[in-house]
């Protein structure tokens, strides 16, 4: 995207030609490229030309002030590229072989310099002139003294020419093959090593205003293409669903609704190309009335086109403008739009004190999304900033460290926070017990992280408001099965409802809790008495004295070692319907779904019954079994436990 348009004047060519994407660019003026570099996407440059760009060239010297040597009175030797004009016909670079004088016409100029002769050296790669159109039509009047230049002189090959070539720093890294630095000279500087390219400048496409994108984007087109458009729409979804003879209704006045700009509120220009807002209040004069507003991946090069679309769109209140190169003005405090409530600034290689001095900007924003920038330390933010804010999401920022989480405390208005992938270790809170920070924090997003203890999932114990977490490809999940760990995060966090977005059912907790205590039972018997033991024990293990409070201290008796074996033998189970009372092997892989089908071929019932799970061990334990999806397992059951069938 359009970036610097610094001017430049080298003097050697680029070795190749960019391709088709967004970057910043340089334009580099009068750029001559050398015999190899005659290649534009596979096509000569020289075929290309026409007899029209030949003459058009501007074969005028550079400078009077040529650097020169005398080989004799009025003699120059031009230590650069020399361009002959000539028709299609003749595409030919003269690039001298021997250090002889060419005579010609006396008195021809080039510029202010009168040249009697010609002299030419071994270097002339390293620099160009450019003749007159005066100077060649003089001398070439004469075809005998040409003829002669070419035999002696020259040595004939495909070529392009010259002109403004534009110095492209790729937005893609990938895209470029330089830095800028071509054979030794420097034409611009690129962000990266391998990001830099040259194009022609028809090559690039400059983009449109925002009011042209919207009126293509959204007007109303009575033409036959666009007929023929809805017509093959229509075809296609006739043969998708094999319905031949299917209508649709009501897309004319879907299409009236979406031209009638006016009345515009939710407007999707995302990949348009849009480099500007167009003309002073053009946007606010066509559609006033837009309050969500999506501009992502487009050319804008600066947040003042931004602040000035904002300015116009008095009701705006929802604005993407994630992926475009935004550079943030050094005054941006005379700039202020109450109206945006969520803002979404991705791919923008944003730190987070230029979000703050944004904030300003957006002082009501109650959700900031901030994805894929390079924020990586967190200042403090000031009480006015982000007053509002409820909803902050970090993700795949290189942040890493949880200290720097801790200083969002300073937004006491948080609610949801989003540091998936922000490479977290591990989460320490100062308190032992329930910490004051992010008392209004009801959801937090920790998945894609490299946490590797199971302390680290206690702490989040002590945030007194979550609710819902989302903690998926953590190291840690490696260690246990899928049931246990479910478990014991549910066990750990007290107040948690949802857990990957999946609902916390007062059976399942209860159960993930008693289980917790089991787990963990025979560590706890083993260090109870011994009071510098059971503090290391119980801060290891959250909300364990809790829970033995609760199910109570577990006997030693109950307490069995996990093994390999005792996970895929059978267990005893006694089925009782009624009066009649079967006795069952079965795996703890079973589903309850597969439990209900087998109880009803036992005990031939016609409906589908309802099972209770009863604790042979613990009388007050009873569990419904609801959830066909779970395994037998889960439950954790013993031989000799009961499942009473109802119907």
């Known amino acids: ?85 000539r028709t299609p016909e ?18 021809y100029t080039t510029g202010s310099e009168t040249l009697s002769s010609i002299g030419v050296v071994n270097d002339v790669v390293e620099r160009g002139v450019k003749i007159t159109a005066e100077f060649n039509s003089k001398i070439t009047k004469n075809e005998e003294e040409r003829q002669n230049l070419l035999q002696k002189n020259i040595q004939v090959r495909k070529y392009g020419y010259s002109s403004t070539w534009l110095g492209i720093d790729w937005d893609n890294l990938e895209r470029g093959k330089h830095d800028g630095n071509v054979n030794g000279k420097r034409y611009f500087t690129a962000s990266h090593p391998k990001s830099g390219s040259f194009v022609r400048p028809e090559k690039v496409q400059l983009g449109q205003t925002a009011i042209s994108a919207i009126t293509s984007r959204y007007g109303r087109h009575d033409d036959e293409l666009t007929a023929k458009f809805h017509e093959q729409q229509l075809l296609s979804i006739q043969q998708s669903i094999n319905a031949p003879f299917l209508k649709l209704v009501g897309f004319d006045k879907i299409t009236d609704k979406q031209s009638d700009f006016y009345n515009l509120r939710v407007v999707n220009l995302r990949l348009q190309n849009i480099y500007s807002c167009g003309e002073s209040d053009s946007l606010e004069n066509l559609c006033p009335n837009i309050s969500e507003l999506d501009i992502s991946k487009n050319l804008f090069s600066t947040w003042l086109v931004i602040f000035d679309i904002c300015k116009q769109l008095k009701s ?143 702490e989040l ?36 409802k949802y857990l990957n977005g999946s609902f916390i059912a007062s059976d399942e907790r209860r159960g993930a809790e008693y289980d917790y205590v089991k787990k963990y039972g025979l560590e706890y018997l083993a260090v109870r008495d011994t009071s510098d033991k059971l503090k290391e024990f119980l801060a290891k293990y959250h909300r364990y004295e809790e829970l033995i409070q609760e199910c109570g201290v577990p006997e030693e008796s109950e307490l069995t070692i996990p093994s390999k074996v005792i996970k895929v033998s ?53 569990i419904i079994l609801d959830d066909e999806c779970k395994e037998l397992g889960y439950y954790s059951m013993q031989n000799g436990d009961k499942i009473i069938i109802k119907t």
């Open 316 to 458: 705006l209140t929802w604005l993407n403008v994630s992926e475009n190169n935004l550079q943030i003005p050094e005054d941006i405090s005379r700039h202020c739009f109450d109206s945006v409530q969520i803002l979404i600034c991705g791919f923008l290689n944003l730190t987070w004190s230029e979000m703050l001095k944004l904030s300003h900007v957006f002082p009501n924003l109650e959700e900031l999304r901030l994805p894929n920038n390079k924020i990586d330390k967190l200042d403090t933010p000031l009480e006015n900033n982000f007053k509002s804010l409820k909803v902050l999401d970090l993700e795949n920022n290189p942040i890493g460290d949880w200290n720097e989480i801790l200083k969002l405390r300073a937004i006491p208005t948080l609610e949801q926070l989003s540091i998936e992938n922000i490479g977290l270790k591990s989460i320490r809170f100062e308190e032992n017990s329930k910490t004051n920070l992010f008392l209004n924090l009801k959801k937090l997003i920790l998945t894609n992280n490299l946490l590797n203890d199971w302390e680290s999932v206690g």
């Open 570 to 622: 059978l267990i005893d189970i006694e089925l009782i319907y009624e009066e009649r009372v079967v006795r069952k092997k079965l795996p703890p892989s079973i589903l309850i779904q597969k439990l209900i089908m087998l109880v009803q071929r036992l005990f031939n019932l016609s409906e589908r019954p309802n099972l209770t799970y009863i604790s042979s061990t613990e009388q007050n334990i009873e």
């Open 461 to 496: 114990n002590k945030l007194k408001n979550l609710e819902e977490l989302k903690f998926l490809h953590n190291p840690i999940l490696e260690t246990e099965n899928f049931n246990t760990r479910t478990q014991l995060i549910i066990a750990k966090i007290a107040n948690l």
């Open 1 to 85: 995207m359009p970036m610097n348009m610094d001017t430049e004047y080298p003097q050697t060519t680029p070795n190749e030609v960019g391709k088709h994407s967004t970057g910043k660019v340089t334009i580099l003026q009068d750029l001559i490229p050398t015999v190899e570099d005659t290649y534009i996407q596979g096509e000569l440059e020289s075929d290309r030309m026409d007899k029209e760009n030949y003459n058009e060239l501007e074969l005028s010297a550079l400078n009077t002030s040529l650097e020169t040597a005398k080989t004799g009175e009025n003699e120059i030797s031009l230590r650069q590229h020399l361009y002959w004009p």
């Open 90 to 107: 003749r595409k030919a670079d003269f690039l001298y072989q021997d250090p002889v004088s060419c005579k010609v016409h006396e008195g």
